[in-house]
């Protein structure tokens, strides 16, 4: 049975015991275009006292508050000619800034302004073209079926289909992308099931609650505030242990060489940092200024100098790495 509560933000379902199979667990059934309406509903089971079944409160994700919405690079984006024009003229942007941090720092806000005003443009375009593409080639799929088209309109058609076939595809890209599996190429026309895995991951990293000192946390600055205390504790200076080492702990064969020394301490050279950048998965987690190894691929010719002389700055011990791990990527930065 499906009840809406009041609310009309849950919907309230329990078992019926004349189902014997339904009966052994409290389930969910959703099909997949609810899904994909409500790609952030989750389940909670609530006590059973006094049934014998848990009641299931499920919850549409409407009235989920994320605060501001944060930069991430887009793999669709590349498909654009145009986007390679906003990186290299954000890139290029004349920057007096002496500190390499500094310059990066200028570098990445840039860029990031600059892109959410071309992809906001680029994604309005292409929902507008879908709708009017898809009317026209309704219009003249009915025709075709009472007569036979012109050349012209048979032109059309096939025009037509090669766009919306365009924007299909970067749609593919976007939730593939955002659904994480790797196992699924681009071009097999799964963006049914990638929006589900896409879904199926917002909700597995939705946090309800976090448990603190004092009890349960539910509200976001109350969560924030656990997380933040929780780490700052797990990060601490620990004090001097109470042990050391002896000088002759270790073997002479086991300690490192002259040679392998001065290799170790040797200055990062260009090309073992692109090997390494590389060698990195392109499509995995963005960093935290939004940047996947994918942008550092592409764009790796436009961008090395800036990034080797932070790996200079970090040998000379001279970078401030707090600053580069906080340089979080919103939207409106």
Same mark, same amino acid.
């Given at each position: 049975? #499906?009840?809406?509560?009041?609310?009309? $933000?849950?919907?309230?379902?329990?078992?019926?015991?004349?189902?014997?199979?339904?009966?052994? #667990?409290?389930?969910?059934?959703?099909?997949?275009?609810?899904?994909?309406?409500?790609?952030?509903?989750?389940?909670k089971a609530l006590d059973r006292f006094p049934s014998d079944h848990n009641p299931l409160v499920l919850d549409s994700g409407m009235n989920s508050c994320f605060g501001k919405k944060r930069f991430r690079f887009e793999k669709w984006w590349l498909e654009k000619e145009s986007f390679y024009s906003i990186v290299e003229k954000a890139w290029g942007t004349p920057c007096t800034l002496?500190?390499?941090?500094?310059?990066?720092?200028?570098?990445?806000?840039?860029?990031?302004?600059? #892109?959410?005003?071309?992809?906001?443009?680029?994604?309005?375009?292409?929902?507008?073209?879908?709708?009017?593409?898809?009317?026209?080639?309704?219009?003249? !799929?009915?025709?075709? !079926?009472?007569?036979?088209?012109?050349?012209?309109?048979?032109?059309?058609?096939?025009?037509?289909?090669?766009?919306? !076939? $365009?924007?299909?595809?970067?749609?593919? #890209?976007?939730?593939?992308?955002?659904?994480?599996?790797?196992?699924?190429?681009?071009?097999?026309?799964?963006?049914?099931?990638?929006?589900?895995?896409?879904?199926?991951?917002?909700? $597995? $990293?939705?946090?309800?609650?976090?448990?603190?000192?004092?009890?349960?946390?539910?509200?976001?600055?109350?969560?924030?505030?656990?997380?933040?205390?929780?780490?700052?504790?797990?990060?601490?200076?620990?004090?001097?242990?109470?042990?050391?080492?002896?000088?002759?702990?270790?073997?002479?064969? @086991?300690?490192?060489?002259?040679?392998?020394?001065?290799?170790?301490?040797?200055?990062?050279? !260009?090309?073992?940092?692109? @090997?390494?950048?590389?060698?990195?998965?392109?499509?995995?987690?963005?960093?935290?200024?939004?940047?996947?190894?994918?942008?550092?691929?592409?764009?790796?010719?436009?961008?090395?100098?800036?990034?080797?002389?932070?790996?200079? @700055?970090?040998?000379?011990?001279?970078?401030?790495?707090?600053?580069?791990?906080?340089?979080?990527?919103?939207?409106?930065?």
């Open positions: 049975m #499906i009840e809406l509560n009041p609310s009309n $933000k849950f919907f309230t379902w329990t078992n019926n015991q004349e189902h014997p199979i339904l009966a052994k #667990i409290d389930r969910i059934f959703v099909s997949g275009l609810w899904d994909a309406a409500f790609p952030l509903s989750s389940v002496s500190n390499c941090m500094d310059r990066w720092q200028f570098r990445v806000r840039t860029l990031r302004r600059m #892109i959410r005003g071309w992809a906001a443009n680029e994604v309005a375009v292409q929902n507008r073209d879908k709708v009017v593409l898809s009317k026209e080639f309704t219009r003249l !799929e009915s025709l075709a !079926e009472i007569r036979e088209l012109s050349s012209v309109e048979r032109q059309e058609l096939a025009y037509i289909e090669d766009k919306l !076939e $365009k924007i299909w595809s970067l749609d593919e #890209i976007r939730v593939r992308q955002r659904s994480r599996d790797r196992n699924i190429l681009e071009g097999d026309k799964n963006t049914t099931y990638l929006q589900a895995v896409a879904n199926q991951r917002s909700r $597995k $990293k939705k946090i309800e609650c976090l448990e603190s000192p004092t009890g349960l946390v539910y509200d976001q600055k109350g969560m924030m505030r656990v997380a933040v205390d929780f780490y700052k504790n797990l990060f601490a200076k620990d004090p001097e242990p109470f042990f050391k080492l002896g000088q002759n702990f270790w073997e002479e064969e @086991d300690k490192v060489s002259r040679n392998e020394n001065e290799l170790l301490i040797a200055p990062f050279s !260009e090309s073992e940092i692109k @090997d390494a950048i590389f060698s990195c998965y392109a499509e995995g987690a963005a960093g935290p200024d939004g940047l996947s190894f994918l942008f550092y691929q592409k764009f790796w010719n436009l961008i090395k100098y800036d990034v080797v002389a932070l790996f200079d @700055d970090f040998h000379k011990g001279v970078l401030d790495l707090k600053r580069l791990n906080f340089c979080f990527g919103y939207f409106n930065s």
